[in-house]
């Protein structure tokens, strides 16, 4: 079973400790906003939330604010476990970019007055919620102006500048931080098994965000995405005109994870350069590849390494500004094969 709660959140603490003291003292608000980028644990923190909330049990178990929890084992928590609690009601749309103003007059305005059936609260969960439309947002707005006492709306965004002031104004909002290097690799290695070194690479590759890193740990897609890459900067250095374009061609196929590409290049670079700097293996994060990034490392002057490491994120802001997709990979591969001839 997925583990649930908050005692089963990586990282996070402020967050976590806000809504506990708030839950353990009463003084809940009647809309929250939770933000954070996809993958970062919003919808975990708040399921969490509405879980501590509806707990039979959360209220007489806790001693301290920091223990308000769920559970888990009452009736309240058996149902929201199972997607089935009268009073957790979770928004859902039809179509994938837009949450329209009917959804939500359906599932929120025109249900909000019903009070509870089983619990003291009735709490509405609406991810993704800078997918309203502004008609949706507006129709949202009178329900969180003058909400029903028992009513708890906690909105889900990846992008909360999408959303108008007014919904913002009277929401608390939280917004979830990228996690420390070291919270992502401790729960790859323990709760995942993965080893040191693949947990390294990953933790860095994730930026922060656990989701990113489980991903990339368990995507099948990703591991072969990861070692394509690696063959390539073996191989860059003599390759010519036609098999770069072959190269360029191999990365289009797969053109939504592009930005994965240019990350691992940039580990990749970063870590030639560091080496170069120090001399020293330990803070690598392709560790297990010391004896090519040593002949990287000496082939190539800081400031080739440099200027690939520019190239990259030349290479990602013309791609975000649409430039001709095979022309801004081919101008970066041959910048990465000019500055770095090992």
Known sequence: MIARG????????????HLQTAA?????SHAYLISGEPGCGKTMVAEAFAEA?????????????????ACLSCS??????????????RVIHEKPNVISVGEIRQQVVG???IRPY???RKIYLIPEAEKMNEQAQNALLKTIEEPPEYALILLLSSSPE???PTIRSRCVELNLHPLPDRDIMEYLTGEMHLPDYEAKMLSSFAQGNLGRAVYAATDETFAERKNKTLGLVRTLHCLDTASIAEAVRLIKEDRAKVDEV???LLMWYRDVLLYKATKEIDQLIFSNEIILIQDQAKAASYEELQEILTAIDRCRLRLRANVNFELALELLLECIKENCNA
Do not use: W, Y
């Open 6 to 17: 908050f005692r089963s959140i990586i990282g996070h603490k402020d967050v976590i400790r």
């Open 24 to 28: 353990a003292s009463g003084r809940v």
């Open 53 to 69: 909330l509806l707990c039979e049990q959360a209220a007489v178990r806790a001693k301290t604010p920091e223990q308000f929890d």
């Open 76 to 89: 309240s928590c058996k149902k929201a476990i199972s997607d089935n609690h009268p009073d957790l009601i």
């Open 111 to 113: 249900t909000v007055e």
């Open 118 to 120: 089983s619990a003291s």
């Open 162 to 164: 999408s959303l108008l």
């Open 262 to 264: 240019l990350d691992l």
